[in-house]
Structure formats: structure tokens, C-alpha cells
């Protein structure tokens, strides 16, 4: 296999401090919203954050992600559209009681307006197979696991932007592969809404408490 030297500049250690520090304070104000600005985000902005993204670890190096960007308000209605037809089923019939009673400080429920508001929904998918060299479709490795990670550096790229997001996962998502006209070996992982909040959004109160970093990890 060839390599490459690697590109990495050790910084002093106060420095690295800081710099921890503050990635930690940009973070923790990060908020999901639900109420979300018509107000347009530009494409480029949207696309710089999906090639950060695309820089996150994966299995075998094969990205097995896809992101469908939607901007399109008519494409934007099916989505709503085909959302809310399984949120209405999952809250009427499927959702346990202790998942609703866990919902019910939160407010939702199966209205998504946000899905026709925000400017951009980006569709995130998990691709299971990729051609080979000969043309064959061989399986991806790692596949869901990589694309959690992935989403987890566009959320923070998106953050980091000055957006506003909020992770959607109706269950089941398959009406993304039809609207997306994405293939079938591609599984639908995670509708994310970006944009900016509407004048005067607000967020639950208790969310912003976060556990304490005693209750998160531990040093052995």
C-alpha cells in the first residue's frame, strides 16, 4: 500500500488546551430547534459543510454515506407530506408509553412544519454495497457506524457555521428512496434540517442541562 508522510503539526500544549476549551464552548450552546426561519442559507455554505463531513473516519476508507440535499419546496412537500403519515401512525399506534412520556416535555408530535420551513433538508443515507473493480457490488464495512460519525462532523460543521439543525428519523424512512431516487441498497439513515431559527425560537429549558462528565466517561 503507498503512503504519505502525514500531515500533523503538534501545537504546544497550552494551546491545545485552548483550543479544546473552545471548540467545548462553541459546542455546548448547540441547541436542537424546531422552529426554523424561511430565511435562505446559501449552497455554497451547505456544500462546504458536506465536504467536512466527508472527511470523517470510515470502515476500509469506502465512505458509505450519501447526502441528498433537498432545496426544492415542492420536494420539500413530499417529504413533509410522507413524514408526517408515519408520525401520525407511530404516535397514534406504534410509540410505547414510556416513549411518549419521554417525548411529552419535548412538545412534539406528528405536525413537522419545519420540513417545508427550513431552507435545506438533507437526506442522509447508508450505502451497504459499491462496485468493485470488475463491476461487482461488494458489501461496505462499518457501514452505519461510519455514517453516524459522518453525521456527527456535519452537524458540528453546520453549528460551527452559525446554522441551526434538527436530526429527524421517521420510522420507516424507505419513502426517502423514491423521493431522493436513491437506489435500494442504499438505507435511509438520518433527514437532517438545516437553517436558521425564527425570530424568536425557543428550546426546552431542561435540555440544556447536560450530565456532568462524571456520568459520560471514566478513566481506567
Given at each position: 500500500m503507498e503512503t504519505i508522510p502525514l500531515n500533523f503539526r503538534e501545537l504546544p500544549a497550552p494551546e491545545v488546551r485552548a483550543r479544546?476549551?473552545?471548540?467545548?464552548?462553541?459546542?455546548?450552546?448547540?441547541?436542537?430547534?424546531?422552529?426554523f426561519s424561511p430565511r435562505p442559507v446559501p449552497r455554497d455554505i451547505i456544500e462546504t459543510c458536506l465536504l467536512s463531513a466527508g472527511t470523517?473516519?470510515?470502515?476500509a476508507n469506502l465512505?458509505?454515506?450519501?447526502?441528498?440535499?433537498?432545496?426544492?419546496p415542492a420536494i420539500k412537500r413530499r417529504v413533509r407530506e410522507a413524514a408526517e403519515a408515519e408520525e401520525r401512525d407511530f404516535y397514534a399506534h406504534r410509540a410505547p408509553p414510556a416513549w411518549l412520556e419521554?417525548?411529552?416535555?419535548?412538545?412534539?408530535d406528528a405536525r413537522k412544519p419545519f420540513l417545508e420551513i427550513a431552507p435545506w433538508l438533507i437526506a442522509v443515507f447508508t450505502v451497504s454495497s459499491l462496485p468493485d473493480a470488475r463491476g461487482e457490488r461488494q458489501p461496505t464495512y462499518y457501514a452505519k457506524e461510519s455514517t453516524g460519525i459522518a453525521c456527527g462532523f456535519l452537524i458540528a460543521a453546520l453549528h460551527q457555521?452559525?446554522?441551526?439543525?434538527?436530526?429527524?428519523?421517521?420510522?420507516?424512512?424507505?419513502?426517502l428512496n423514491e423521493i431522493c431516487g436513491r437506489p435500494a441498497h442504499e438505507k435511509p439513515f438520518l433527514l437532517l434540517v438545516a437553517g436558521y431559527p425564527a425570530e424568536g425560537a425557543r428550546v426546552p429549558g431542561h435540555a440544556a442541562r447536560k450530565k456532568p462528565l462524571s456520568e459520560i466517561?471514566?478513566?481506567l
Open positions: 479544546a476549551l473552545a471548540f467545548y464552548e462553541e459546542m455546548r450552546w448547540r441547541r436542537t430547534v424546531r422552529d470523517a473516519p470510515n470502515g465512505q458509505p454515506w450519501h447526502f441528498a440535499v433537498i432545496g426544492d419521554a417525548l411529552a416535555p419535548l412538545g412534539t457555521a452559525g446554522l441551526a439543525t434538527l436530526t429527524h428519523t421517521p420510522s420507516p424512512m424507505h419513502f466517561a471514566s478513566f
